[in-house]
């Protein structure tokens, strides 16, 4: 017997009124549009986890699901991330495409086993009997003086997994695009939330269904002299010391890679093949952070390109400190721009 | 004293291991041209064991998790179900998943090391074995959620063992299933044996059933070598996962009479003479009595079934041994829907020198 | 019907909302010159909280989780333990905490973000606050095993929420306290919601006292706003754990009457009206009322030790607003015992940043 | 209060017979040794996990130790990793020094949680009031004909995480120094042990309590013309590739990583300052596996040593598949030697 899932496909509901689009939004308040425009275009939708509910989540970004799509679409859980991973494979598996959200990024290590052993690898256990079509939604890092486990940069966990897709937004508009994009993968995806940036800006984001494609880099600015690779919240670092960097003549380009896995190496490798010069910027410690397999990227395929040596600006292998000290800990634009100048020099 | 709750569960038997009933099943479950069926049923599935074992032996298949004396509780929980509920196994539920289709070749090609194992046939919505001890019980539960936020009157049953039961994963999935009120079945079959860990050190608990009173599930300990007892428990716990009155938990009492697999050996850590005492009480013996004193069954129907099930699964051996290896590119082919670029050239690396060789 | 296994838990209760005795509690708990210690340590928790909430408030501390209506629980679990017993709290058991030694000072620079605040002057070996709900309960677990192999007479203790119950490592906590026979309390504090999620829709089970009987352990339900109460179940499972009887799970209903923490706001998903009905049951007024009617307590002492208490919590206060910023260095150097080479490099370079500002 | 401990130096023990040292052992032997040594010496060592008692563990790691310390110095545990992740942190905190298992590389997930958050963070969280000197033992890795989830090489799952050191042998003699030394570090360590090499040869393992530094790369073949550098089982390969490439007349240096985390990365950048070439071989999925890091240094500190591009010979961005096609899943020593010529004819 086949599963018959009641869910349509965006094509048959037909005509949508798109929410209004004419004001800009933010990061989070494109994550929760995002949801709210494949929520009611697929029935097969639901959004699950601690306080996702009446309460909105903790940092809104499920704000007024439940009480536009019901409860039956908007479930809190028990307090348990085993309970949450390993609900949403099962879900998943028989037809549902389930959106769950870890609270904290530092409370997403419960979930690596359901994730690692079970989401990343029904669709090749089976032959592709099962699948697991599912969202891993986790605010993710730090700078908001959070307490304890409330910022930590552990996508490096993923990056090793076959079978996994881990994605990280640094703009509204690419939040609400990858987001789509996520949820309609027939695949599990790890969805990091930089919370950092949720707030930081607006940008006008139309509510029109648009996914983006989900291994593809970005490249943000332009450059001849430098290349900025960066994702996440820390894209803000690279740009800022790109600003600070065109201040005295050099021209930097800078890459927000979005998607980590699968990396679209190309189009690093192509900027690197014009500018030589690679600085990697990255929250998470440095030893075997994914940085590490951009810089191994560059060292196989990029080698005679490259004019100096690839430079890495990222947190130290420490414990990202409690926040009287966190901001010492986080790469400043300083840094990255430091990193860029001995670049230069090197070459 | 004020009291708080108070609990109460029920240990349900039927036939005892002499064959004769210590108390009168219900009717609805008694009905003997079934049992018989059931009864072959378990029989089919001690020779395939066997075979298994031995295909194993004699290097033809690799390690095999065998479910020698589990025949009545594994045939009784496939026979409770229906084919649109859904199944969570672990690794030796061999006699649930027949009965829901799964044919003996995909058994044997799994523990022969090949993926195409886990394509059942049929049922096509059913989850494969499940390694990682217990991880199932919560799919079961997610599955279960997805049934009942759908409105599908499906039930999802689920197995773990003894040493299974101590697993956080099954006390996550006992606990969503009463949270949610979840169509849910959590099978504890309590083997004696966790590998070399006996069932007292696993928990201090008085029955494995209880572990559902932590989810405030209904809970239930039965005999599982009697059928009578399986079929009623099972049948109690489906009506009311059916009925909308949630999940239950029921301690399966058996025993482990083979090594854990084939890989284990048991006299390392266990006492042949618990063993023997196991052999007094299992399944088949007590059933074959059971219908031989009903006048349903004789020694020769016996060896003629006997023969039938050695030539059913000398087919599906033989479907095994004969299948091909699968190509170097099916370690790719199924990873992504649709696999990224870098994958692809991976893939036809790997294709380029196998063409080498 | 053959019955495998019954339970019942237990309620405590003596002191009533009204201040009057529901029952008459054990003498040995019952002492009143104790009694009243104990009552003005609630009072001087209860100040700590409001100070810390409007430290807060006024941007000198991070987010914060109160304690408001927890004072009975958390001191009466505190009061029954020893120095040389081990605690493991979540993070809002001050009241516990504090009668163990440790200094409010250092709860407000945990809060206020600087490691520092663990660092526990006294007691050297309690665990920290921690963050990971109910990750804390298997440590307590693991520190009971080593106290029961290395034959130490000492108990641990740890204290989870009513969400806490629902994670899957109070299940693991409990079990294998009950599998070793451990010298273990699981404190489970029914506070009504964790954050949003009400207690009902953590568990299908009646009582959360009943997770205990997942893992073979002793259970009670006790009520956690009345310092009898408390205090006589504490000291059961004490007993109990120091007898070599094992380990026991006991559930004080309490509610919480503050938000979350500072950074929550309650009125999103919070009935205020369960609010108000919530505050005729807290368990400071009613202890006020038992100890005037005995005479023993009044409007004149209360001033008096408001402000000594309000005295000693500024001087706490003031040590922590004083306190310098650790220096950069503090990041690299608890990571190891012995640091590498590579890490020491790190921290020469942030140090040489750090000077270059 | 300070918790006392009856653990005794190994000093104050006196003289210890050291077991028969003239027989070869095992790389298996070698563990079970080096635990025993270390129980003889040091009371506060305890050693738990599923069927390590009277079974004397699946592989027989822990064979005989439980007859000869008794059940309360070697203990089975209930069937949950997250359990004996969490009891081990617990009583390392307390003073103890557990040894725990987890049976194998794909049951160790569900422990990750109490490893990130706690053992690798006690230290640092209580200003070193409290710390966790634990051994984790994973058998680890691929070859043997196991079924589903066990032949994991998750390495890379613990190299981004800060606090933690993880260690994988290569031989009898190091399997013994180097758990030694993990056992008696007083910070968390991740002991894996590649279980395909697991009975591969014998060799004589003097049982002499002597520990091997657990931050130092091993040169286990000087070479001029390549530096292949592994670790684990994969050493074996690499060794092969450079007995290979000697008779084409090819001088290849072998390099064991043994400790992984913190890396010796001044052994691999000397090395390569001479042969100007590297090929890091791994079992673990190439993308963001631990080579990552180590080809990451040698474009950032290698660079102008550096004669050709870096080379990866690793397992596919895939899961190791089912026992019928594993071998074809783990690098061969085949893809070593071409990987290797690779670099040369590129230099
Ligand atoms: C998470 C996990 N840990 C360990 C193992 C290794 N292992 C396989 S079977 C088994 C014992 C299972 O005992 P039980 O649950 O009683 O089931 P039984 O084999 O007796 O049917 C163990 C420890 C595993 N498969 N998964
Ligand atoms: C593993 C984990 N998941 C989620 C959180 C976020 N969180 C912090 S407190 C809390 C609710 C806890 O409720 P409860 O256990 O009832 O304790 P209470 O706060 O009511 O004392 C949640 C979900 C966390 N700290 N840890
Ligand atoms: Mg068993
Ligand atoms: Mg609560």
Known sequence: MNVATNAKPAAETGADTAAKTDTPITLIEAITQAMAWEMRHDDSVVVLGEDVGVNGGVFRATAGLQARFGSERVLDTPLDETTIAGLTVGMALQGMKPVAEAQFDGFMYPMVDHIVCHAARFRTRTRGRLHCPMVLRVPWGGGIRAPEHHSEANEAIFTNVPGLRVVMPSSPARAYGLLLAAIREPDPVIYFEPKRIYRQYKELVPDDGEALPLDVCYVLRDGTDVTLVSWGAQVKEALEAADRLAEDGISAEVIDVATLKPLDFDTIAESVSRTGRCVIVHEAAKTAGFGAEIAARLAEESMYDLLAPVERVTGYDTHIPLFRLEMKYLPSTERVVEAAKRALAAG | ?357
């Open chain 2, 1 to 357: 004293m004020t009291v708080a709750a108070t609990f109460e569960i029920e240990y349900l038997q039927y036939l005892g291991p002499d064959g004769r009933f210590v108390a009168e099943p219900p009717k609805d479950i008694a009905d003997p041209g079934r049992i018989l069926e059931l009864f072959k049923q378990m029989l089919f599935v001690r020779t395939f064991d066997s075979k298994s074992i031995a295909l194993q032996r004699t290097g033809k298949l690799g390690t095999y998790a065998a479910c020698l004396g589990h025949e009545a509780t594994h045939v009784g929980i496939g026979a409770a179900m229906r084919p649109e509920d859904l199944f969570a196994p672990s690794y030796r539920e061999y006699g649930a998943q027949f009965m829901r289709g799964v044919h003996p070749r995909e058994v044997l090609m799994y523990w022969g090391g090949d993926e195409r194992g886990n394509d059942f046939e049929i049922p096509r919505h059913d989850l494969p074995w499940c390694v990682p001890i217990a991880t199932q019980c919560l799919h079961a539960a997610g599955a279960a959620l997805a049934f009942k936020l759908r409105n599908e009157p499906r039930v999802a049953v689920t197995c773990c063992g003894d040493g299974g039961s101590s697993k956080t994963d099954t006390y996550a999935a006992i606990n969503s299933a009463g949270a949610y009120e979840l169509p849910f079945v959590q099978c504890i079959i309590n083997n004696g044996w966790a590998i070399s860990v006996p069932r007292k050190a696993q928990t201090g608990a008085k029955t494995l059933a209880q572990k559902g009173l932590a989810g405030g599930l209904h809970c239930l300990q039965v005999d599982g070598n009697d059928l009578f007892a399986v079929l009623e428990g099972m049948r109690r716990a489906m009506e009311r996962a059916r009925n909308g009155e949630g999940g239950s938990v029921i301690e399966f009492m058996t025993y482990r009479l083979h090594d854990h697999t084939t890989a284990d050996d048991a006299r390392r850590y266990r006492d042949e003479a618990e063993v023997k005492a196991a052999w007094d009480k299992e399944p088949i013996a007590r059933l074959r009595t059971w219908l031989t004193a009903q006048g349903l069954w004789d020694e020769e129907q016996e060896k003629a079934w006997a023969v039938d099930c050695g030539k059913r699964i000398d087919v599906e051996i033989n479907a095994y041994l004969e299948s091909k290896v699968q190509p170097v590119e099916a370690m790719f082919d199924y990873l992504y829907a649709d696999p990224p670029a870098d994958l692809l050239a991976q893939r036809e690396a790997a294709i380029a020198r196998e063409a080498r060789r």
